[in-house]
């Protein structure tokens, strides 16, 4: 059974730039949520998609948005990108009661 | 606002011994509480979680205990190996019954077993 996958592993922006990173979750779970981990630091939650809707958000800021598909898939897009958007991205998929699944995270480098 | 403290960052113990990380977490609605693991290069791994109406889950060398009075919960590993070296994050979330909720993660202990 396959986990949570995310693409791709690593990706290298230029400033200004927009990027777009994927997430498959867990098969049977139906909720994505997706985190910023700076190096060095415990993950902060950026928002959390059900039924294809943004059902909560934290602190970022607009340029940061999402989308979940009908087969319940995940993209997180940044706009505008800043040096200090360089960070580890991690998709978790949840279902209902059940605990989080983690990907291994797609490493953002913004130079 | 939100906020889970962590301690120690970084923590040496000897193969065999116990290792101890506490955390402590500031929304007294919280009811749910998880331990990852995350190694090099991967993602957070659930090693344990309790919910709020337990005080102490025990899984073979892991523990947790949780004081709701005291907003205070710790990850407790005994016996422990090389492998168990690693980041280990605490973690706090309102789960309502129809939802997960979001996580409010601790910064993050990094533990090392010498051999």
């Known amino acids: 059974d396959a986990g949570v996958t995310q693409s791709p592993t690593h990706l290298i922006k230029t400033r200004g730039q927009q990027v777009t990173l994927r997430c498959s979750p867990k098969s049977g779970h139906d909720t994505v949520s997706w985190y910023q981990q700076a190096l060095g630091q415990g993950p902060q939650f950026i928002f959390q998609y059900y039924e294809e809707e943004e059902r909560q958000r934290g602190n970022f800021p607009d340029r940061f948005s999402g989308h979940q598909f009908p087969n319940y898939s995940s993209e997180l897009n940044v706009n505008a990108l800043l040096l200090g958007d360089s960070a580890l991205y991690l998709c978790?998929?949840?279902?209902?009661?059940?605990?989080?699944?983690f990907g291994s995270g797609t490493r953002l480098t913004v130079v | 606002g939100e906020n889970v403290e962590q301690h120690p960052s970084t923590l040496s113990v000897q193969e065999g011994d116990s290792a101890v990380i506490k955390c402590t977490y500031s929304?007294?609605?919280?009811?749910?509480f998880p331990w990852y693991k995350q190694e090099l290069g991967k993602g957070p791994q659930l090693i344990i979680d309790i919910r709020s109406n337990v005080g102490e889950k025990k899984d073979q060398r892991i523990a947790v205990t949780l004081n709701k009075t005291a907003k205070h919960f710790s990850l407790h590993i005994t016996e422990t190996q090389p492998e168990d070296s690693a980041v280990y994050f605490c973690?706090?979330?309102?789960?309502?019954?129809?939802?997960?909720?979001?996580?409010?993660f601790g910064q993050g202990t990094t533990l090392q077993v010498k051999p």
């Open positions: 929304d007294s609605a919280s009811n749910y």
């Open positions: 978790a998929s949840s279902l209902a009661r059940s605990g989080y699944t």
């Open positions: 973690a706090a979330s309102k789960k309502g019954s129809g939802n997960t909720g979001k996580l409010i």
